[in-house]
């Protein structure tokens, strides 16, 4: 039974791939960012309905321009972080050559960083602070690559340099993801040498799997030295994941 279910939620997920790249090549090109941004906030809700994860949200998103600052777990994070507050992300370089979602993550803005070149992160500092300056949502993942959700790894500065040289606020994001077993989903976690493919199938075939996305208070950037707030930022995240889930 669980096993035809999975299969169900596979074929739907196929479904729904297939129908946001129709939108990102025949309606996107029509469209200005701020409604592309809307669509995108959507289908990304949808998307998680159909892989049977639930969406928890606690906290309120910031309005204007900000950067989300949010610890990464899995590629599930991009839906869950856009179901609630759409956004432009950072993303390795990588993940461009994704069959298919690849390109539809570049169709929804995504600023790619080749993580192994550390002047590359210059380069998309001032793309960050240009998407900013221009009254965009970011959203960065300052750990540089997942963990299991059980720690939270270091949080790199280099990033958040965008919003200190625009003064636009920063706003962290803790992110947890749950089942009717497990108060951390191994089933969401991509790490290691785990496939897209592995971890899609662990998604479909979880039970009551369940995204916890807390938008915690935003502040201020005005004057602030990057490692400083890397670390604050770090810090709040932390507690945050530290604390019972509702």
Request: charged share 15%.
């Amino acid at each position: 039974m669980k096993t035809l279910r999975a299969v169900w939620r596979l074929a739907r997920v196929v479904a729904h791939a297939l129908y946001g790249a129709a939108i990102c090549a025949l309606v996107f090109p029509f469209l200005k960012a701020p409604q592309r941004m809307h669509i995108v906030g959507r289908w990304s809700a949808q998307m998680l309905s159909v892989l049977g994860i639930a969406l928890q949200t606690s906290g309120s998103a910031r309005s204007g321009p900000v950067l989300l600052v949010a610890n990464h777990v899995s590629w599930l994070d991009i839906l869950a972080i856009n179901a609630v507050q759409p956004a432009r992300f950072v993303s390795k370089a990588d993940v461009r050559h994704w069959p298919l979602m690849g390109w539809m993550v570049a169709c929804g803005g995504t600023l790619f960083i080749e993580r192994e070149r550390k002047r590359d992160a210059l380069r998309v500092v001032h793309q960050v602070a240009e998407a900013l300056r221009g009254g965009e949502i970011v959203a960065v993942f300052p750990e540089g690559t997942t963990s299991d959700g059980h720690a939270l790894l270091p949080f790199h500065a280099n990033l958040l340099q965008a919003a200190i040289s625009t003064e636009v606020p920063v706003q962290p994001v803790a992110l947890r993801y749950s089942d009717r077993q497990h108060a951390v989903s191994p089933a969401a976690a991509y790490v290691g040498d785990t496939t897209l493919a592995q971890s899609v199938w662990w998604v479909v075939c979880a039970d009551g799997l369940k995204a916890h996305v807390q938008m915690l208070l935003p502040e201020g950037t005005r004057h602030l030295e990057r490692r400083a707030l890397a670390e604050r930022l770090q810090a709040q995240v932390g507690s945050a994941l530290l604390s019972p889930l509702a």
